[in-house]
């Protein structure tokens, strides 16, 4: 079945720094990919998707590029801030239906970042 | 007023008790699930609807029941919780071609 692996945390950083979690899937057809935010006390938020090979996805400064080759979606951001610690999930959903709608989605295990001033 | 919204927000319930959990939704969407969240596990899927009349198990379905109510409602039953299914529940919907969507959590202790 499909699964998805992060890398473990928890992730500290101080502010400014180069943020990267990575993410690897394993999937039996073309599935789109996606990275959920979940803030504290909050229910989980889309932060960005990519729904083919080569694709990149990008939201408040975080891109993550889908990599057919390596089956990877690493989130990544250039500079953090303290508001961006939070819980991060990278998922994946299988095309159902003869490819036109989105199947149920597959999570990983989940990265706390926590971001220091 | 939230999209998606669960009912109760937090719940303490003994073991062997039944316990529902209430999800409602304003977006309009055919699907449904329930998640549920564990430290170091991520979010697993329990049981999902992609429409009033269909239900389906997810990969943790032993001990909770589901019942669609109508296109909105959608509620996830614990006939007789365990300690073990201490965890903090999602509801989410979606569209066949959008994200899903979620609602704020119902933290579940059982004692």
């Known amino acids: 079945g499909d699964s998805v692996t992060q890398m473990e945390g928890p992730v500290t950083l101080s502010e400014e720094a180069f943020l990267t979690i990575n993410c690897t899937y394993t999937?039996?057809?073309?599935?789109?990919l996606f990275w959920y935010v979940q803030y504290p006390g909050e229910g989980l938020q889309l932060l960005l998707k990519?729904?083919?090979?080569?694709d990149k996805g990008s939201n408040k400064g975080f891109e993550a590029t889908y990599r057919k080759e390596t089956t990877s979606f690493h989130l990544e951001k250039g500079s953090v801030q303290v508001s961006d610690s939070a819980v991060y999930f990278c998922?994946?959903?299988?095309?159902?239906?003869?490819?036109?709608?989105?199947?149920?989605?597959?999570f990983g295990q989940g990265t706390i970042l926590t971001v220091h001033p | 007023d939230a999209d998606v919204t669960q009912t109760p927000r937090n719940r303490i319930t003994k073991t062997g008790k039944r316990i529902m959990l209430e999800c409602s939704q304003t977006?309009?969407?055919?699907?449904m699930y329930w998640y549920r969240q564990d430290p170091g596990l991520g979010l697993r899927l329990i049981y999902y609807?992609?429409?009033?009349?269909?239900?389906n198990k997810g990969e943790i379905s032993d001990g909770y029941s589901v019942s669609r109510q109508a296109q909105a409602k959608f509620s996830l039953s614990l006939e007789s919780a365990i300690p073990n299914q201490t965890a903090l529940y999602f509801c989410?919907?979606?569209?066949?071609?959008?994200?899903?969507?979620f609602g704020q959590g119902t933290r579940l202790t059982v004692v």
């Open positions: 999937a039996t057809g073309y599935p789109s």
């Open positions: 989410a919907t979606s569209e066949t071609n959008t994200e899903a969507f």
């Open positions: 998922a994946l959903s299988e095309l159902v239906g003869g490819g036109t709608s989105y199947g149920k989605l597959t």
């Open positions: 990519a729904t083919k090979a080569d």
């Open positions: 977006k309009g969407h055919d699907r």
């Open positions: 609807s992609f429409d009033v009349k269909d239900i």
